[in-house]
DNA sequence: TCAACGTGAGAAAACGTTTTCTCATCATTT
DNA sequence: AAATGATGAGAAAACGTTTTCTCACGTTGA
């Protein structure tokens, strides 16, 4: 009607074996009856001229695209990569695709990549933002396919996947207390973050009820001056710092050096996030916790996989574990 | 045949209206003859039960999916995100999505990803990756789409799109020369590198014949050790340094700081990428080279466009200019 | 009054698949 | 030798659009 392709059809395979279309479907899909040779036959031709099925028409077909649409309003990409890789890892095994949807904080922009997925006929949407408790600037209740929240806030009765902020505070605690800790802080963000608040409840019931925590900013600015803090004072001194991402983690450590106190020797810090490029540069090396995200992402793919293909999937919030990490920064890396 | 959808059809619209399917097709595409009063209701109606049309089935009949691919290696997402960005705008406008598809080193995945996009039909794919003199472990050439390669090498008589690392190198240097400076050296990474090595010459075309380039690692690290070589010896120290990318420039700041050396009141710093993760938090924040990676996507973006659309692309490669953002490590940043 | 023409709207084909149904042909059984 | 059954393969419909073609009807002009 329009432009014609040059690409190969299942009419020319049909043509050049010499039999119907039907036929070389049936015979492509291990289907029907046939003569297994016919069947050979066929498979050998299309081979050879190299057809490959369009997947448009298949959609068009199954009603199911085989796609799934990843809307995301993180920037820097330090939570969304490692997810999308996740996502994108699980889903290819079954022939999946993401589209990506950087929706900035736009509500008109993400209307538009929201609307342009669902023309597309995604199989479903995976939600993903750059905080836990924000939600994306679009409303996604309602739509005429299933959605998964994953690493930022859901409508209530949806199903919504995050990294368990607990379980990393309670690791680094433990942590801590393995090589020996026993006068702990938490150096760590603003408490308007629920991850934040979270973490920091947890530290206090793994650390004890006077447990100091100190909140922040994100930055490497605030874990100096958090040192300035601790160390300014006539009070003692911690022997262990369990930082709220690593940032402050670089930051904490860095000041740590330049009062000439000793890391991991006199203090051991533990950072969050695992943010390689911080964690892996900073002198020593961090020891942090790793909140799994890759994982969570692979998560996300199948569970949105399970939702289009109609299985049943537990709707509500769903905590997945965190790991440490152990590098330098913390001690004790070298008992193994 | 298989799974009925609910989603409403053009049908459905027809039907609603007491219409065929081509007067609602006409009508909604003004396209056709009919009677404006018909077209008007049949318009209302369809916006009425909320008819969106399916692109898969538009898509089979125009042989154009409104959908381009993007491969990247690139796992930090430092040149992809930006890149990304711009090239999802630029093509959002459009009617166009991306695919995303991560392929890390992996020949296999790559071509996975190569034949599922080939197999939906896009139009055409946008080749990235974390270095511009490296090629993706996959062979994209006598596709039957169209490809562009954006900051990874491509193959000759492709179309290729990259920053202008000369040109970047040029602005580093006019700008150091600008706030006075003039014992100017390059501290950059590996001359394994074709970036590092077009940067240093052009640096040392600026500079002048003896002008002093140091390679070493793409890491803070070296900055470190660069500052020390510098100032160990006992030849006259440097007034300003170029460094290769923000994380050497952030080592430099931070061993100048330590050896009580004042930037940029004694040493003037520029970067290179504005990462904006280190040249904002570094102190005093860096003044870097851009290379205006989001402005190289929506470039990409339009090219494939062009070349998904038949229109003639100049092939070769294409060097897009650099930018510098300046903030307090160069000095000269009041004086607007 | 009849032909020519303009207008409004629908039928059908097309895009590339898959699947159901039908139908020949041939072998087997009575 | 005739009826039954099994087997192989094709015709057609379907998915949701768009576009071309056709046609009926009403209006205009001679």
New interface residues.
């Given amino acids: 009607?329009?432009?014609?392709?040059?690409?190969v059809t299942i009419h020319d395979v049909a043509k050049a074996a010499g039999v119907s279309v039907s036929t070389v479907s049936k015979a492509l899909n291990d289907t029907g009856r046939m003569a297994s040779e016919t069947r050979e036959k066929i498979k050998s031709i299309a081979a050879d001229v190299g057809f490959?099925?369009?997947?448009?028409?298949r959609?068009?077909?199954?009603?199911?695209?085989?796609?799934v649409g990843?809307l995301t309003n993180d920037?820097?990409?330090r939570f969304t990569?490692p997810l999308?890789?996740g996502i994108?890892e699980a889903l290819?095994d079954h022939?999946v695709?993401?589209?990506?949807?950087?929706i900035e904080d736009d509500p008109a922009?993400a209307k538009?990549?929201v609307?342009?997925?669902?023309?597309?006929?995604v199989d479903g949407i995976i939600a993903t933002g750059k905080r836990v408790d924000r939600s994306l600037p679009v409303d996604l209740a309602g739509l005429?396919v299933p959605v998964v929240y994953a690493f930022t806030e859901g409508v209530p009765g949806s199903v919504i996947l995050t990294a368990d902020d607990s379980d990393g505070a309670r690791l680094a605690v433990e942590r801590l207390r393995k090589v020996g800790r026993k006068r702990i802080v938490h150096v760590t963000g603003p408490d308007s973050f629920v991850s934040a608040v979270e973490r920091a409840d947890a530290f206090r019931q793994a650390v004890g009820p006077d447990a100091l925590v100190m909140h922040g900013a994100w930055?490497?600015?605030w874990g100096h001056e958090a040192v300035t803090m601790l160390w300014g004072g006539d009070k003692e001194t911690p022997d262990g710092i369990f930082c709220g991402n690593d940032?402050i983690a670089r930051g904490v450590v860095?000041a740590l050096r330049e009062k000439g106190v000793r890391v991991p020797e006199d203090v051991s810090i533990i950072g969050f996030d695992n943010w390689?490029?911080f964690a892996d540069?900073t002198?020593p090396a961090l020891t942090t916790v790793d909140m799994n995200l890759k994982e969570l992402g692979r998560t996300a793919g199948l569970t949105i996989l399970d939702l289009a293909e109609g299985r049943a999937v537990e709707a509500g919030l769903r905590k997945l574990p965190c790991k440490l990490v152990v590098r330098q920064s913390c001690g004790g890396d070298r008992e193994i």
């Fill in positions: 009607m329009v432009a014609r392709s040059n690409r490959r099925p369009n997947a448009l028409a959609s068009l077909l199954f009603n199911r695209s085989f796609t990843l920037t820097y990409g990569l999308m890789s994108s290819v022939g695709s993401v589209f990506l949807c950087a922009l538009v990549h609307d342009a997925m669902l023309d597309k006929q005429p930055t490497e600015a940032q860095d390689e490029i540069q002198r």
